[in-house]
């Protein structure tokens, strides 16, 4: 019999709302479930067994008493230790924040609570989320659910894990060059990263901008837009963000049936020639043939974003020279090497190296656009290697190619954060070292729930056939697994 933690979210919602299923029941579900593989995997790193059972008897007594139902009434939720938490720990992944608990929720908590979620914890990130590769000296390093000792990605990487292995049925991420599609890809897991501005965060420090979004993960596409119907609801805090604009967000509760047969798909390997490996390449042909057979249109797009990287490199030194003015002579020589770096790079960059850098923003996002007047999404792959040792803060070469620094292997998902569309993370099998492979998905700009639908139509098609179909951890196994992350993992920041 399924354990109701390996249930979706919305057939765990269904079950819910006729009390086939009570909050109660699954709750507990995921904790044992918790219990049963965050030693192997140290997703979650904050719990809040008792508080989060309280809640969930609170949920089901509304069911029972026929009060009406949020959007994620009685689904378990895990947070990014990104976003506060009232009452809850949250260090951003950091030992100046190790005993840091906020007297208020985020926004994005925040609406995860009044849509009916039960807040079951918080999940692992690189110190402060910059990074790509969940590991940091408070708590150390989130394993890959199908190979511990390999990276889960990051930024969001303990959320893609939770979700993966059914620690709870949703979780909450963020995106700057790829944390939530990185993660996502390397976990089997879908993460979404929507046009910015339709998800509201009143906390970012830049008035418009691509960078700093935030959105869901869950283990289906469904799953996820029935998590981003909750995070994009207008609400006092989303008054604070200049970015959001008007919106219904239920329409993402239900998403539009789509004849795979009717799409038009572009497909491009590496956006024009950015870095990705042999291997990468030849799962994703593999993907592209299987897809080849079931659709309207694929076809090589014509698309050249081998600018984006150094376009994403200097619009990130204006984002941390903002974000971190303030803080940075506060931090020892221990703090994430990524943010130091990225920091000092952005006082040595003159203020026509940026200026250039958003001229050629605006030409490549129009260039860009400009093909989906002839495909309804365009699809690439959502990492340029295999998921690697965690005890690497990210790979030093790719196919005997140096990688420059920890945002250059990156590439295929920061040149989308450039250009800003819309994007699905979309799991599809295995890659040739048999951890998990994923696609990007991407659509028109603020057309995500077109994009969403047709990623659910891909999906259906994918799960029919072996090659393609979502991978699932081996739960048994990670019992009996011991695991390094939570030891050595501390130690790799020094």
Request: aromatic share 6%; with cysteine; hydrophobic share 40%.
């Amino acid at each position: 019999m399924i354990e109701p933690c390996d249930l979706s979210a919305t057939e765990a919602r269904a079950m819910i709302r006729s009390k086939e299923l009570s909050p109660v029941e699954l709750l507990e579900s995921c904790l044992r479930r918790t219990d049963d593989t965050n030693s192997a995997l140290n997703a979650v790193v904050t719990r809040v067994d008792e508080m989060a059972m309280d809640d969930a008897r609170r949920k089901e007594h509304e069911v029972i008493d026929g009060v009406p139902l949020g959007p994620l009434h009685g689904l378990p939720v895990a947070i990014k230790d990104l976003q506060p938490t009232s009452g809850i720990l949250t260090t951003y992944g950091s030992e100046y924040f190790a005993d840091h608990i906020p007297d208020a929720d985020s926004g994005i908590v925040r609406r995860v609570r009044t849509s009916g979620g039960v807040i079951t914890g918080k999940t692992n990130i690189p110190e402060m989320s910059i990074g790509a590769n969940t590991v940091n000296r408070l708590f150390g390093a989130t394993g890959n659910p199908f190979d511990p000792a390999k990276t889960c990605g990051g930024s969001s990487g303990g959320s893609a894990v939770a979700v993966a292995v059914g620690m709870a049925a949703l979780a909450t991420g963020s995106d700057h060059g790829g944390s939530l599609r990185i993660p996502a890809c390397y976990s089997g897991v879908v993460g979404h990263r929507s046009s910015p501005g339709l998800v509201p965060h009143e906390l970012r420090t830049i008035t418009q901008t691509n960078y700093s979004l935030q959105g869901p993960m869950g283990r289906t596409v469904a799953d996820a837009a029935l998590l981003l119907a909750a995070l994009a609801q207008r609400d006092n805090s989303s008054r604070l963000d200049p970015m959001c604009f008007p919106l219904d967000s239920s329409v993402f509760c239900n998403l539009k049936e789509v004849d795979i047969g009717n799409l038009r798909i572009g497909v491009s390997t590496d956006l024009g020639g950015v870095l990705v490996s042999k291997s990468i390449r030849e799962s994703f042909e593999e993907r592209v043939s299987f897809l080849s057979k079931h659709v309207a249109v694929l076809s090589e797009v014509d698309v050249d974003l081998t600018d984006a990287p150094a376009v994403d490199w200097q619009l990130r030194a204006d984002v941390f020279a903002t974000q971190y003015h303030r803080e940075i002579d506060n931090y020892d020589g221990g703090i994430n090497p990524n943010i130091r770096n990225s920091y000092e790079t952005a006082l040595s960059t003159d203020v026509l190296a940026i200026a250039k850098a958003r001229r050629r923003q605006m030409e490549l996002f129009q260039e860009f656009t400009t093909q989906f007047e002839n495909f309804d999404l365009i699809i690439c792959p959502g990492v340029s290697v295999p998921p690697f040792k965690w005890t690497s803060l990210y790979p030093e070469e790719i196919d005997g190619r140096a990688v420059e620094n920890y945002m250059a292997w990156l590439a295929l998902s920061s040149a989308l954060t450039v250009v800003g569309n819309p994007v699905t993370a979309l799991p599809c099998g295995f890659d040739l070292n048999g951890t998990p492979f994923g696609i990007q998905c991407i659509g028109p700009m603020f057309e995500d729930h077109a994009l969403l639908s047709n990623a659910a139509a891909i999906e259906q098609l994918f799960s029919v056939e072996e090659l393609t179909a979502r991978p699932i951890p081996d739960v048994a196994w990670l019992k009996n697994q011991i695991s390094e992350c939570a030891t050595i993992g501390k130690e790799v920041l020094g």
